[in-house]
């Protein structure tokens, strides 16, 4: 009834928050940011609100009212939050260029909220090698539970400054990062298809890892003092020498499924993919774990075009994506869809492998086109997919392929990022330019008008059914009543005997 009711969840979460029950009011938060973040139509379109961040901001301010605050000068080191870490994500591509950077005072430490509680704990050691820092882990399984481990773990530590990467939901991240005491509190905008909670917090300095965030964030949250850290590909990559290794073009993409799971959205992968593979004659590989049901139904897509199989190559995860590329011989870059992929992007350009990326009809913060170099070939619809995917040939790749070399070097690289991060709120002139976007409000209304009709549909659907069982049970009723009427009849005219 409430579900999306932001006015009832106001005054719900401002009731917990005045009778101490923060539990309640942060469960109320994340679970009201989930319906969102799984509504199909905020996608691309709702990326922060006002008035969750000021729940949290509150939510904050009652915990810690009561918090010493220990001397400035005996803090020391920078504390990251993260929600989890996982195997592939970009979340934990940039925790690593961070430290690799350096950029951060030490020691730097990671903490992890584990806010799903699905973090296993076995793997701090193998995380803690990895990463080259500190680990924490709260253990509890409810979210007050996690925000008092995680307060007492950040008083044990007394950093100077903590960076929140927690996911778009996390509100135990968002209230923690508000602790009374460090100096910075950097809040990295990386949820930035979805509704995140944390992008308006004033408390937060707030930092932008692309163009379209950047935009957005300044034009339409009107926020100010905005930093930029771009995106980037840190970690020594080799440069792509040769092409068509194979005799024809292969492509890659690379991503987990929610990148490539469609839903509603009319653009699917399994189908672009046998176009792809058609117009090629080549091969096509994906980087990142897919499911079983995703895997055949592009086997079945390619079954129909009569495409072998073994021409689509699937791995799961590989450690470094330039460096995969170069090896599996890729000759033009994907980037997925319908949900862009940025980080992903970026390590082909470092790669110095042509792309090809998707504009999406529903917003130009839904893919990535933005960030590809200017002259990257773009589509929208099947055929013209088809048609850029005909015309490839060594030339055009190398040509593309200095493209997209010098606009790494220009915006994404190490000296790129640390001029950006080094110009403080002065940053727009890092920052790459816009591409023109195209969108299509018609095909986004006919798609969710679709979704609606359907819906619509299995609701009558479901109703009818209810409404044909209800007439057998009646109709059962009826004839049960008939046949108790005959026999109360039967016994009446034999007591009258």
């Known amino acids: 009834m409430h579900d999306f009711d932001l006015d009832w969840l106001q005054l719900s979460v401002l009731n917990c928050i005045d009778e101490t029950r923060f539990g309640d009011a ?48 005996e803090r020391c080191g920078t504390v990251i939050l993260v929600s989890e870490l996982v195997r592939a994500g970009g979340h934990v591509e940039l925790i690593k260029d961070y430290l690799a950077l350096r950029i951060f005072e ?24 990895q990463f080259g820092c500190e680990i924490f882990i709260a253990s509890e399984g409810e979210v007050d539970g996690k925000l008092s481990e995680l307060t007492a773990q950040l008083c044990a530590w007394q950093p100077k400054a903590i960076v929140t990467l927690g996911h778009n939901q996390d509100v ?68 792509k020498s040769s092409f068509l290794e194979r005799g024809t073009v292969t492509t890659a993409s690379c991503g987990r499924m929610y990148k490539f799971e469609a839903g509603s959205y009319t653009i699917r992968y399994e189908h672009a993919v046998s176009l792809i593979l058609t117009a090629t004659g080549g091969h096509h590989v994906h980087f990142g774990d897919l499911s079983d049901a995703f895997l055949q139904r592009i086997y079945a897509e390619l079954d129909a075009k009569k ?17 995969a590329l170069i090896d599996y011989g890729v000759d033009v870059y ?71 070399l010098e606009h790494f070097e220009r915006f994404y690289s190490r000296n790129a990022f640390m001029n950006a991060f080094a110009s403080g709120v002065d940053c727009d002139s890092f920052v790459p330019p816009l591409r023109a976007y195209r969108g299509d409000p018609l095909a986004r209304y006919l798609e969710f008008k679709g979704c609606k009709e359907k819906e619509l549909a299995r609701h009558e659907s479901e109703r009818d059914r209810i ?21 109360q009849a039967l016994i009446a005219k034999m007591e009258q005997k």
């Open 172 to 239: 135990v991240c968002i209230a923690a990062a508000h602790i009374p005491g460090p100096q910075n509190r950097y809040y990295i905008h990386h949820g930035d298809h979805h509704l995140s909670l944390g992008v308006t917090c004033s408390a937060l300095q707030h930092v932008d890892l692309h163009n379209m965030s950047h935009h957005w964030c300044k034009t339409q949250v009107g926020a100010a003092g905005l930093l930029y850290w771009p995106l980037s590909s840190i970690r020594p990559s080799c440069v």
């Open 106 to 129: 030490g020691p730097v430490r990671i903490a992890l909220t584990d806010v799903f509680n699905r973090v296993h704990r076995a793997s701090r050691e193998e995380w803690e090698l």
């Open 334 to 404: 994907v980037s997925s869809f319908p949900v862009g992929g940025g980080k992903s992007l970026i390590d082909a350009m470092s790669a110095g492998i042509p792309t090809v990326v998707h504009e999406s009809y529903r917003s130009r913060y839904h893919s990535s086109t933005d960030l590809a170099y200017p002259e990257s070939f773009v589509w929208r619809r099947y055929e013209e997919l088809a048609l850029i995917f005909e015309q490839w040939n060594e030339s055009l790749l190398r040509q593309q392929a200095d493209r997209a």
């Open 307 to 323: 495409i072998d199989r073994a021409r689509f190559v699937h791995i799961d995860w590989v450690a470094s994506l330039p460096r």
């Open 467 to 487: 409404l044909r069982e209800w007439k057998k049970v009646y109709d059962a009723y009826e004839a049960h009543s008939k046949t108790i009427l005959a026999q």
């Open 26 to 73: 942060m469960r109320l938060i994340k679970s009201f940011v989930e319906r969102v973040l799984n509504d199909e139509e905020a996608v691309g379109v709702v990326f922060a609100s006002r008035e969750l961040d000021a729940l949290c901001e509150k939510l904050a301010e009652a915990y810690y009212a009561n918090l010493p605050v220990s001397n400035q000068t």
